[in-house]
Protein backbone atom coordinates (compact mmCIF):
# COMPACT_ATOMS: atom_id res chain seq x y z
CA UNK A 1 0.00 0.00 0.00
CA UNK A 2 1.44 3.20 -0.89
CA UNK A 3 1.24 6.53 1.77
CA UNK A 4 -0.02 9.30 1.86
CA UNK A 5 2.50 12.56 1.12
CA UNK A 6 2.46 15.32 3.57
CA UNK A 7 2.99 17.84 1.47
CA UNK A 8 4.25 21.73 2.16
CA UNK A 9 1.45 23.22 -0.08
CA UNK A 10 -2.14 22.78 -1.09
CA UNK A 11 -1.42 20.78 -4.39
CA UNK A 12 0.52 17.76 -6.07
CA UNK A 13 2.44 20.02 -7.56
CA UNK A 14 4.29 20.86 -4.17
CA UNK A 15 6.89 19.11 -2.24
CA UNK A 16 6.42 16.26 -0.16
CA UNK A 17 7.69 16.62 3.26
CA UNK A 18 7.38 12.86 4.07
CA UNK A 19 4.68 10.27 4.98
CA UNK A 20 2.11 10.73 8.39
CA UNK A 21 1.82 7.25 9.92
CA UNK A 22 -1.10 5.12 9.12
CA UNK A 23 -3.94 6.11 11.98
CA UNK A 24 -1.54 9.10 13.01
CA UNK A 25 -3.44 12.40 13.88
CA UNK A 26 -2.99 15.80 13.81
CA UNK A 27 -4.57 19.53 14.41
CA UNK A 28 -6.49 20.83 12.08
CA UNK A 29 -5.16 23.99 11.54
CA UNK A 30 -6.67 25.52 7.77
CA UNK A 31 -8.40 24.19 4.53
CA UNK A 32 -8.02 25.33 0.89
CA UNK A 33 -10.21 23.56 -1.44
CA UNK A 34 -10.11 19.81 -1.07
CA UNK A 35 -6.91 20.12 0.97
CA UNK A 36 -6.84 20.24 4.52
CA UNK A 37 -3.42 22.02 6.50
CA UNK A 38 -2.46 19.73 9.48
CA UNK A 39 0.02 19.99 12.53
CA UNK A 40 1.34 16.61 13.29
CA UNK A 41 0.58 14.89 16.76
CA UNK A 42 3.22 12.69 16.35
CA UNK A 43 6.69 12.06 13.83
CA UNK A 44 5.78 10.36 11.01
CA UNK A 45 7.21 7.15 9.45
CA UNK A 46 9.91 9.17 7.11
CA UNK A 47 10.70 12.15 9.14
CA UNK A 48 8.61 15.07 9.86
CA UNK A 49 8.61 15.66 13.49
CA UNK A 50 5.78 16.15 15.95
CA UNK A 51 4.30 19.06 15.36
CA UNK A 52 5.15 19.80 12.21
CA UNK A 53 2.68 21.27 9.75
CA UNK A 54 2.23 20.20 6.33
CA UNK A 55 -1.06 19.38 3.72
CA UNK A 56 -3.16 16.44 2.71
CA UNK A 57 -5.83 15.92 0.62
CA UNK A 58 -9.06 15.80 2.36
CA UNK A 59 -9.69 12.20 0.50
CA UNK A 60 -7.21 10.49 2.86
CA UNK A 61 -8.01 12.25 5.99
CA UNK A 62 -11.75 11.20 8.04
CA UNK A 63 -13.18 13.66 10.08
CA UNK A 64 -12.68 12.72 13.93
CA UNK A 65 -11.38 14.63 17.14
CA UNK A 66 -8.61 14.65 16.74
CA UNK A 67 -8.37 13.63 12.86
CA UNK A 68 -7.50 9.81 11.75
CA UNK A 69 -5.12 9.74 8.81
CA UNK A 70 -6.56 7.12 6.92
Not at 30 to 51: E, F, M, V
Not at 58 to 70: E, F, L, N, R
Request: a positive charge; glycine letters at 18%; hydrophobic letters at 25%.
Amino acid sequence: MRGVNFRSGAGTGYTSKGIPRKNGWGKKLATKGSWIKLQLGQKSRSGPAKGTTGWVSTSYVSGCTPMQMD
